[in-house]
């Protein structure tokens, strides 16, 4: 499986960005699928995930209301809607693949894409 994230960029505060993740290869359900991100200096962390079979859905505290996981099974493509964002979003985003006991648990996922920079301007 390989999975590549796009659709990064430089946005002013209060903006808009989507981001994509197109993967290739085989999965296989029920799966996992994931966006985190990480600042500089700081620990990765879940942004959101969703479970690719149930379309269950898991969003961050600090992005709830403002971002929107969804998903193109035709184009085996995830998306990250990211709206109202603010310059604590800055980081770099990355897309993951797996079957996580905890979604949080970034450990657990085998797949992952190389990262998109998304930066956010106050």
């Known amino acids: 499986v390989q999975l590549q994230a796009y659709g990064g960029g430089l946005v002013q505060a209060g903006g808009s960005l989507r981001l994509s993740c197109a993967a290739s290869?085989?999965?296989?359900?029920?799966?996992?699928r994931a966006w985190f991100r990480q600042a500089p200096g700081k620990e990765r962390e879940l942004v959101a995930a969703?479970?690719?079979?149930?379309?269950?859905?898991y969003y961050a505290a600090s992005v709830k209301g403002r971002f929107t996981i969804s998903r193109d099974n035709a184009k085996n493509t995830m998306y990250l809607q990211m709206n109202s964002l603010k310059p604590e979003d800055t980081a770099v985003y990355y897309c993951?693949?797996?079957?996580?006991?905890?979604?949080?648990?970034?450990?657990?996922?085998?797949?992952w894409g190389q990262g998109t920079q998304v930066t956010v301007s106050s």
């Open positions: 969703v479970t690719w079979g149930s379309y269950i859905t």
């Open positions: 993951a693949i797996g079957n996580p006991s905890v979604y949080a648990n970034y450990g657990q996922y085998n797949y």
């Open positions: 290869g085989r999965t296989f359900s029920p799966i996992t």
